[in-house]
């Protein structure tokens, strides 16, 4: 079955670079595109951006771009997002989220959340 | 970007009543909708894609309905285990906006 499995939860100082993975299993790795989604604590979602697996395109959050970067590992089958220049407010649940198929660009799979924390 | 605005921001209700979210764009998504449900310390899952379908496993009692700017998730004879926070998104282009939330509560 489909498994998208996430890195474990990091404490960053103001500043540092955090980098999260997404190891998936179950599909063909470049098949689908993937979305990483953010929660602050007790807030709702935010879309952080995507990749294109096949490409390594990507699309970002306009206010986050410049910071973040996603990535892919075809050997490995896994995906990455790092964020530069971390601040309080970046201290939020990381999800990986894939499409759920072919022209179905709703999310359907969803790794279980990384959290990250930005704390002096 | 498009934007997505939820009303309302929290929903009381009791077990067995009917209750509607509306969730509106700020330019037109044609059809392109997607509702998610969240429970505290979980992962979001789809109830409703493509505005009006049914994710299969989500019970009958969900539907969604709209097109263009304005949507709808109707939850008829509620649950207990309804309960939650829902999240409506468009897929259309990117960025893939969420609205804000509503968070289902017990009356």
């Known amino acids: 079955q489909v498994q998208l499995v996430q890195s474990g939860a990091e404490v960053k100082k103001p500043g540092a670079s955090v980098k999260v993975s997404c190891r998936v299993s179950g599909y063909t790795f470049t098949a689908y595109s993937m979305h990483w989604v953010r929660q602050a604590p007790g807030q709702g979602l935010e879309w952080v951006g995507m990749?294109?697996?096949?490409?390594?395109?990507?699309n970002s959050s306009e206010r986050l771009r410049g910071r973040v970067t996603m990535m892919r590992d075809t050997t490995t089958n896994t995906f990455y997002m790092e964020m530069s220049r971390l601040m309080s407010e970046d201290t939020a649940v990381y999800y990986c989220?894939?499409?759920?198929?072919?022209?179905?660009?709703?999310?359907?799979?969803w790794g279980q959340g990384t959290l990250v924390t930005v704390s002096s | 970007d498009i934007q997505m605005t939820q009303s309302p921001s929290t929903l009381s209700a009791s077990v067995g009543d009917t209750v509607t979210i509306t969730c509106r764009a700020s330019?037109?998504?044609?059809?392109?909708l997607a509702w998610y449900q969240q429970k505290p310390g979980k992962v979001p899952k789809v109830l409703i894609y493509k505005a009006s379908s049914l994710e299969s496993g989500v019970p009958s009692r969900f539907s969604g309905s709209g097109s263009g700017t304005e949507f709808t998730l109707t939850i008829s004879s509620l649950q207990p285990e309804d309960f939650a926070t829902y999240y409506c998104?468009?897929?259309?282009?990117?960025?893939?906006?969420f609205g804000q939330g509503t968070k289902l509560e017990i009356k």
């Open positions: 990749i294109n697996p096949n490409t390594s395109w990507t």
């Open positions: 998104q468009h897929y259309i282009s990117y960025p893939y906006t």
């Open positions: 330019q037109s998504i044609v059809g392109w």
């Open positions: 989220a894939r499409v759920n198929g072919d022209y179905q660009n709703w999310f359907g799979p």
